[in-house]
């Protein structure tokens, strides 16, 4: 103890700076995996705790083959009273406007009121002006009214709205006004989503989202006496053709599934940061021991035990890690906001309407931050800290000269890479594991660690060329710099290394996504040919259940400059625990004009072709290798009909769905499944015309009250695209933190490198060095250290890349990535890494400038 | 007995590609209370010597004798105590501890044994007082002039009471004023203590402090000569005899 105070806390306290950059490098990386795990809690967690809510007491569920059931087979269903109570149910989304302005989405729960009450919790506070809750009959009345609308207390509240209120709602295509009868307490379904939960009689709620005559799905109550694993079974054997009975936290491991491979992806990124962070922590014990090496001795020599010296070292890591973590924690919990909000824009286009809230930090996390980060900072800093144990108490009296090795290649520099390099090509051969590529992953972690290792190697080799250039081509403080950093090359070596794996990784990621954003805009320019596309306003991501109503295909259909329309229709099913989107389009017109890309057979306009009125499907790349089907196998699918096999007829390329999409074509989607209102049009227009003239006639001769977004081809082309950069805001604020903890590795270790050269930079102002001059060579020393970092960190960063591409993105999204190399931005954030590290010199320069010249030579 | 046994020792460097013979075949016996000098030309092995005396490094060949251990046969966590317990080692370049006060670096190998920081800094502190830097007490390493500083890196050597003081150079640092007092003050000590001193020097002025000075060549012992001196004991023993 006594040691450590005098020893480590007192070097501490005069190198505030260093300790600082170590432990704000740590908070950082603890941060950023806290806030990424607490935005993905928050996304499946707000889903599964509403799905909880609004089952309230319901045991299991009865659904249709894809978006619910008709009416009309309740009667088949009266045997189910047996078992317990039911209650018919339709759910739907609508985007409400208030009168402020604001809009909010409102999930809608259309029940028989009668029915449902004793499967759900509610509990009017105000309706009709009155303040006690109404009888049963009171609030069936209450809601026939088709217009009459029940909102929550707590929306109700952040609105100023009252009942008698008007509310307009957009549905689908259309606004609908609806007037507030009742406000709901803060319980039961109502606490759900954060009060954005609306209740309605189920028949007004089928009116209003354009569902007459269908439910979603019939929810059951067992009696309690009766086991819910028994009742399944027996369900189950007597269901009707096409119908299933599943628990209702079925839906919620649907979606957790659908997630799995996003979230997996965006904790692998978060935990670059960490990485980095504690490279930083290997960085500065090790530094503290490189330059101690001869107090260590002093230590040793006067009888202090390995043990003692070790624990020391340990016990620096342990604090500084303590510390970050604490700081960390508190970070995450604030970053966590962020990145629900980055994660939540992607979430809402690609997959699931996500929540607002983040969860609360809570001792979870705070244990997770602690027991992850200091275990791997002690590990990190078991390497150094042996080290320092093995400091032979003769290195106290031995000349400085000594101390500083010259540079020999150790076996670990010798063999480690081509070992490591070895392991990541047979990691990158091998499949993922239930659709997460772990190998992909330890293939990525063998090339980093390759890098790492090589780097004395590249330094040494760079400061012999670069003494060969310096002593010809420039001044005397770049050829100073060089020199010094040749003559430290153990102490800079884990800085660079540092520095250089995270440029790799940015590097990377930056080709990987510029490799993915020109292969969808590829994609786009071949699938997307209609001139004009018409889907719902209220329509905001593939699984969303907008369609377009009658009118507005009409209007479409009978403008005279409409060569061709391709309605696109179709809902999301269960397929094998995964959401699938099941689709319809119009085979003929999609061959005749569209460029759908197909990825087999060869021949695949032919293979479509016999798909048309047969059982025969097309799939997406990403559910064939999801599912692993191809050409020619079957698939089966629950339709209105019961269970069907379809022939897999082709497979083509897609990039708006990672879960996969089947399409059918529409005579075989007529017959299985019955008439559904499109979900979008794809218009293609005489030769000649200008899109931009029909659109407008096409916005003129709509319906009033419709809410309908026209896009041109150019427009739409522009809004993938725009989607697509979104995505990625997220990755590149994760891979920022990254290389901001790693170049604070560099200032750190300049910072060290200076106060260690102490005695050499004295004589050098001695001999007549002006401070300026001093200053030159330090920062040059960090541009030097800069350019190393990024030479290294750009060729390691391709190699990744064709990881990231070909193994990892393959593996978790299904999706091909056509290779392609940014060289323009490369060179760009080259140059500005270049800029960066030469500025993180400046501090260590003033410093460096400040000391004195030695008073005796 | 003595305190310390040198039979037939050996050192050589083999780093490199030439192996360098540091020490040859050295014999040496000091009783207790001896005040020895080791001297001759630089290179010769002194510290070579000194360092395997003081079990900071293993002979290559021979054996050690250090109250009753044989220090070639000890593994590195024994030899750790034992330079603990029993040895005092003064360098020519002080070495403290720059993170550390003087009174800490003096008490510093108490500490390191185990002895509580209070009854350890209580020792240290009278130590310094005797040695005269009672005002220097908290002041770092960097704040003290050279002589300070080696007065520390001696309060330092013998403040766990050792059997066997070494002093390599002690005053190599040192302007001759200084220099003269650090070898009184180790010969006071040796007295007062009755610690047992092998100091190593080049000069053959500091050498003839000694009772007995070897004069090393080339790695081995190659004369000795004897003062009339006589041996120190302990004033304690003295006053209790
Ligand atoms: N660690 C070492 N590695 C190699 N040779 C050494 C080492 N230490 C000392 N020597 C060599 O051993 C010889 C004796 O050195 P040393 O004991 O320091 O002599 P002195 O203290 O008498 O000047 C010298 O030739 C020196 O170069
Ligand atoms: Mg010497």
């Known amino acids: 103890m006594f040691l450590f105070r005098t020893f480590i806390l007192r070097r501490i306290r005069e190198e505030k700076l260093r300790a600082l950059a170590t432990v704000l490098g740590v908070a950082l990386g603890i941060a950023v995996v806290l806030a990424v795990r607490m935005a993905n809690q ?37 045997w189910l009273e047996q078992f317990g109570q039911i209650s018919p149910v339709i759910e739907g989304e609508a985007r409400a406007s208030f009168p402020s302005g604001d809009r909010e989405w409102l999930k809608i729960l259309g029940v028989d009121i009668l029915r449902d009450e004793t ?41 100023s709205l009252d009942p008698g209120s008007g509310l307009d709602l957009d549905i689908g295509d259309r606004r609908e006004a609806l007037t507030v009868r009742g406000l709901l307490l803060d319980r ?10 609306a209740l309605m009689d189920i028949a007004a709620a089928q009116w209003l989202l354009g569902r007459l005559g269908r439910i979603d799905r019939v929810d059951l109550r067992l009696k309690p006496e009766i086991s819910i694993d028994r009742a399944e079974a027996a369900i189950a054997a007597r269901l009707p053709e096409g119908l299933t009975v599943q628990r ?12 799995e491979s996003f979230h997996f992806n965006l904790t692998a990124l978060s935990h670059i940061a960490l990485l980095v962070g504690l490279f930083l922590i290997y960085n500065t014990v090790s530094l503290s021991v490189v330059t101690r090496r001869r107090e260590v001795g002093i230590l040793r020599a006067v009888g202090g035990s390995r043990r003692q010296v070790a624990g020391l070292f340990l016990a620096e890591a342990g604090l500084l890690a303590a510390l970050g973590c604490a700081l960390g924690v508190l970070l995450g919990g604030w970053m966590a906001r962020g990145a629900l909000r980055l994660t939540g824009s ?67 520099q010798r063999w480690l890479p081509p070992i490591l390099s070895t392991l990541a090509v047979g990691f990158a051969c091998l499949d993922s594991v239930e659709g997460i590529p772990l190998f992909g992953y330890a293939a990525c972690l063998s090339t980093v660690f390759a890098v790492a290792f090589l780097v004395p190697v590249v330094l040494h080799f760079s400061g012999r060329a670069g003494s060969r ?29 540092a520095l250089a794996v995270s440029l790799s990784m940015v590097t990377a990621i930056t080709i990987m996504i510029g490799s993915f954003r020109e292969t969808v805009q590829y994609w786009v320019e071949q699938t997307l040919r209609a001139d004009l596309f018409v889907a719902p306003a209220t329509r905001s991501n593939v699984y969303s259940e907008s369609s377009l109503s009658p009118e507005v295909v009409r209007v479409v259909a009978d403008n005279p400059r409409v060569a061709a329309v391709d309605p696109f229709t179709g809902f999301v099913i269960d397929y094998q625990g995964r959401r699938v989107l099941l689709g319809s389009g119009d085979f003929k017109v999609h061959l005749d004009r569209s460029g759908l890309l197909i990825k087999a057979p060869r021949q695949g306009q032919s293979a479509m072709r016999t798909a048309i009125g047969e059982d025969a499907a097309v799939v997406s790349e990403s559910f064939a290798l999801r599912h692993r089907k191809a050409v020619g196998d079957r698939l089966v699918l629950n339709t209105d009909r019961g ?37 979008s049009l794809a218009v293609y227009l005489k030769d000649g015309l200008d899109p931009e003239g029909v659109r407008a006639e096409i916005l003129a001769a709509l319906p009033l009250e419709s809410r309908v977004f026209v896009h041109t081809n150019a427009s739409l082309k522009a809004e993938v695209l725009r989607i697509f950069d979104n995505t990625f805001t997220i990755t590149y604020a994760l891979e920022i933190i990254a290389v901001a903890v790693a170049i604070l590795g560099v200032a750190t270790t300049l910072v060290t490198l200076i106060l260690d050269r102490k005695p050499e930079l004295a004589l050098l102002r001695w001999a007549g060095a002006e401070q300026r001059q001093i200053r030159k060579m330090v920062i040059i020393e960090a541009a030097l250290l800069g350019a190393v970092s990024q030479g290294l960190g750009v060729v390691a960063g391709i190699l990744l890349s064709l990881i990231l591409v070909f193994v990892i993105n393959v593996q978790s999204f299904g999706w091909t990535i056509q290779f392609h190399l940014p060289a323009g931005f490369l060179l760009q954030s080259s140059l500005l890494i270049l800029l960066a590290t030469a500025l993180s010199g400046i501090y260590p320069a003033y410093r460096a400038g400040r000391m004195p010249p030695a008073r005796e030579a | ?50 360092h395997l005396c003081g079990g900071m490094d293993y002979p290559t060949r021979g054996r050690i004798w250090l109250d009753g251990s044989d220090l070639g046969s000890l593994d590195e966590a024994s030899l750790t105590r034992i330079r603990r317990r029993r040895i005092g080692f003064v360098f020519q370049s002080f070495n403290l501890l720059p993170t550390l006060t003087a009174v800490e670096n003096t008490a510093l190998p108490l500490m390191l044994d185990g002895v509580s920081p209070d009854v350890a800094r209580r020792k240290a502190t009278g130590l310094l007082e005797r040695l005269g830097l009672l005002h220097r007490l908290d002041h770092y390493p960097q704040q003290l002039s050279g002589g300070e500083m080696q007065r520390v890196g001696i309060a330092r050597a013998v403040c766990h009471d050792p059997l066997l003081l070494l002093a390599d150079e002690p005053t190599g640092n040192l302007d001759s004023a200084n220099g003269a007092d650090v070898l009184e003050l180790l010969q006071e000590l040796n007295r007062s203590l009755g610690v047992t001193v092998l100091l190593a020097t080049h000069s053959a002025e500091m050498a003839a402090a000694g009772q007995r000075v070897l004069h090393m060549v080339d790695g081995g012992i190659e004369s000795e000569t004897h003062s009339r001196r006589p041996i120190a004991r302990p004033d304690r023993d003295n006053e209790g005899g």
Not at chain 1, 188 to 197: H, I, K, W, Y
Not at chain 1, 248 to 259: A, C, D, F, T, Y
Not at chain 1, 469 to 497: D, H, K, Q
């Open chain 2, 1 to 50: 007995m003595p305190v310390l046994s040198v039979e037939g020792v050996g050192k050589t460097y083999t780093r490199g590609e030439a192996p360098v013979v540091a020490v040859r075949e050295v014999d040496l016996f000091l009783g207790k209370g001896e005040f020895v000098a080791l001297t001759g030309p630089s290179g010769c092995g002194k510290s070579t010597l000194l």
């Open chain 1, 119 to 159: 499967f759900r919790d509610y509990r009017l506070v105000r309706f009709a002006g009155r303040q006690q809750s109404p009888s049963p009959r009171e609030f069936l009345e209450l809601l026939s009214d088709p217009g009459a609308i029940v909102l929550t207390q707590k929306l109700a509240r952040r609105h």
């Open chain 1, 248 to 259: 209702p936290s079925r839906r919620g491991r649907q979606v957790e599934k659908m997630l």
């Open chain 1, 469 to 497: 250039l310096t002593r010809r081509w420039t001044g005397v403080e770049a050829l100073l710099a060089n020199a010094n950093l040749s003559g430290s090359i153990p102490r800079i070596s884990i800085s660079v290394a």
């Open chain 1, 188 to 197: 039961g379904p109502a606490r759900a989503l954060n009060g954005t939960f």
């Open chain 1, 346 to 412: 992607t979430l809402d286009r690609l997959y699931i309407r996500s929540a607002a809230e983040p969860v609360a930090l809570g001792p979870e996390h705070l244990v997770l931050a602690f027991a992850v980060g200091i275990p791997l900072a002690l590990l990190a800093a078991l390497v150094p800290a042996l080290e320092a144990s093995r400091v032979a108490p003769t290195e106290a009296v031995r000349g400085a000269d000594r101390v500083e090795s010259r540079f020999r290649l150790s076996w670990r």
């Open chain 1, 42 to 78: 928050s996304s499946v967690r707000s889903f599964e705790t509403a799905l909880e809510m609004v089952a309230g007491k319901t045991s299991l569920e009865i659904v249709g083959s894809g978006s619910g059931l008709r009416e009309e087979r309740l009667l088949e269903l009266d």
């Open chain 1, 643 to 679: 269970r069907r096999g379809f022939r897999v007829a082709a497979v083509y390329y897609d990039y708006s769905s990672d879960q996969g999409v089947v399409v059918l074509d529409r005579s075989t989607f007529r017959k299985y499944y019955g008439d559904r209102p499109p979900r």
